[in-house]
């Protein structure tokens, strides 16, 4: 049994991390979802073209609602933005202005709390990512080439890590922020160091007094893939500074280098 692609769905378009209109991390959220089947998704998904689409549906267990997160590559079990943009456009759809929904996504149930800000359009929302899980570290001149750095590049002082809170991120710490904007990754050089081709490389300057980090996102599975704003990798990134810097909250700046600047507090 197959779709009928001509059907109509009610869809909400958002701006997620963003402090105005057209930045941050753009969203297409699908209402109703529940009729339409894998490759339609796919299709719709490639269709607009963003770095993640989502489809709301009923859920299968105790949660207000199913979230199913698409990229252009295929369905993902957890990311960020499409968690907090989904709850906003839920509470639109369903007319209130400040909840706390419960989400069932591929790694299990998150809360998801939002409210409206003022008359503005404008709305808060924050999750509860899952407990992180720390993967392998890996040298400087094991990371480098992948992002065409030399290996002065990368900040020595502290391990390029895989961590996960529902996704897995590959932290590399870079040496500055003119490192940052040369970075260019290889998605085929990843291979090499064994890991799960859906894992995202997030190379990062961080600032320890300002507690602020600056960073790029590169979605491996989509070749390279650059992300404008990243939550599923900035819960990884405050557990990986918690651990090693005793740091419980940080702001990241993100998608300055695309002209799509975002801000994320974790």
Same mark, same amino acid.
């Given at each position: 049994?197959?779709t009928d692609r001509t059907t ?12 105005? $209109?057209?930045?941050?991390? +753009?969203?297409?959220?699908?209402h109703g979802a529940d009729g339409?089947?894998? +490759? ?9 073209? &963003?770095?993640?689409?989502? #489809?709301?549906?009923?859920?299968? /267990? ?14 993902? +079990?957890?990311?960020?933005? %499409?968690?907090?943009?989904? $709850? ?12 706390? #929904? ?5 790694? *299990? ?5 939002? $409210?409206? /800000?003022?008359?503005? *359009?404008?709305? !808060? ?12 570290? #890996?040298?400087?001149? !094991?990371? $480098? ?7 002065? *590049? ?47 490389? =997030? ?5 320890? %007094? ?7 996102? #590169?979605?491996?599975?989509?070749? *390279? ?10 819960? %990884? &990134?405050?557990? =990986?500074? !918690? ?24």
């Amino acid at each position: 049994m197959t779709t009928d692609r001509t059907t109509s769905h009610r869809l909400t378009w958002l701006d997620v991390f963003a402090e105005e $209109a057209l930045a941050g991390n +753009p969203l297409a959220v699908v209402h109703g979802a529940d009729g339409l089947d894998d +490759p339609t998704m796919l299709a719709f998904a490639r269709e607009t073209g &963003l770095s993640e689409t989502t #489809f709301v549906q009923e859920p299968t /267990t105790t949660a207000d609602y199913r979230n199913r997160i698409w990229t252009i590559a295929g369905e993902v +079990p957890f990311a960020g933005h %499409p968690s907090l943009g989904t $709850a906003v456009a839920v509470a639109i759809e369903r007319g209130v202005e400040s909840a706390t #929904f419960t989400q069932e996504t591929g790694v *299990g149930l998150q809360d998801v709390e939002v $409210a409206r /800000t003022g008359d503005s *359009g404008v709305w !808060q929302a924050s999750v509860h990512q899952e407990t992180a899980d720390f993967g392998p570290t #890996f040298k400087p001149g !094991q990371i $480098a080439p992948i992002l065409g750095l030399d290996e002065a *590049g990368v900040d020595s002082r502290f391990s390029s890590q895989v961590v996960s809170t529902g996704f897995p991120t590959l932290l590399v710490p870079v040496a500055d922020l003119e490192a940052l904007s040369r970075c260019e990754p290889d998605p085929a050089l990843i291979e090499d160091l064994g890991l799960d081709g859906r894992t995202n490389l =997030y190379p990062f300057v961080f600032d320890v %007094p300002s507690r602020n980090a600056r960073a790029r996102c #590169f979605a491996i599975d989509v070749g *390279g893939f650059e992300d404008p704003a990243t939550g599923s990798a900035a819960g %990884p &990134l405050v557990a =990986y500074l !918690q651990d090693i810097l005793d740091i419980d909250r940080i702001t990241v700046d993100q998608g300055v280098e695309m002209g799509r600047p975002g801000r994320i507090e974790a």
